[in-house]
């Protein structure tokens, strides 16, 4: 049985994609209780009465900082890690806890990818690159090799980082920018080529 924590759309997302691997979904926990049911799945606001013991558990929440304070406050969840059945994954990349997996995604040979990420649809995680926890890569983002991201760092949709780079930890890299050189802890990038300003 797994639960999801989080009734958004991206549970949506997450729901397919553990119906694909086999999973049976118990329910959702959602602290909105305006939501009592998402893709014909039950949403309540309390855990269930065996608080998931014996039972996966995923954070389907985008917000990096939730997902990280959720995670840290459910020490008895066993976490899941999903990967959608038309992702490409290879055998000698590693992929943490808690992590899901979209469909399009590529994650290349020693990639090494946190617990409690988002991966995103059809982005691209070339060789060796590092990804921490908590780390949102949007859809369609291309890493090249060797790329280092840190903790909580959200890379926008149809970023772009160029190979060796080393980005920080709760880093934002806005929508469609390129990334050619380091960036900070905590830094705002954007722009062609990616520029600080914040």
């Known amino acids: 049985m797994m639960y999801l924590y989080g009734a958004s759309g991206h549970a949506k997302v997450i729901i397919e994609i553990a119906e694909q691997n086999g999973y049976t979904i118990g329910g959702l926990i959602d602290a909105n209780p305006a939501i009592t049911s998402l893709l014909g799945y039950a949403v309540s606001t309390a855990p269930p009465e065996d608080n998931y013991s014996g039972n996966g558990f995923i954070i ?26 038309q992702a490409a994954i290879s055998p000698r990349a590693t992929i943490g ?5 979209m469909a ?10 946190g617990k409690h990420c988002i991966i995103n649809t059809n982005a691209s995680i070339d060789h060796n690159c590092q990804i ?4 949102h890569i949007s859809p369609n983002v291309a890493l090249a090799g060797d790329v280092t991201v ?3 760092t959200h890379v926008g949709i149809g970023a772009c980082i160029i190979q060796g780079i080393k980005i920080g930890k709760w880093c934002t890299i806005g929508a469609g920018t390129v990334v050619v050189r380091d960036v900070p802890d ?6 062609n080529p990616g520029r600080i300003i914040k």
Do not use: M, Y
């Open 60 to 85: 389907s929440i985008g917000n990096n900082q939730i997902r990280k304070r959720i995670a840290a406050e459910l020490t008895s969840a066993h976490f899941e890690t999903l990967v959608h059945h």
């Open 186 to 191: 905590g830094a705002t990038v954007v722009g």
């Open 104 to 113: 399009g995604v590529s994650i290349n040979v020693e990639a090494a990818i």
């Open 132 to 135: 921490a926890d908590f780390v």
């Open 150 to 152: 840190g903790e909580g």
């Open 97 to 101: 806890e808690g992590t899901v997996v």
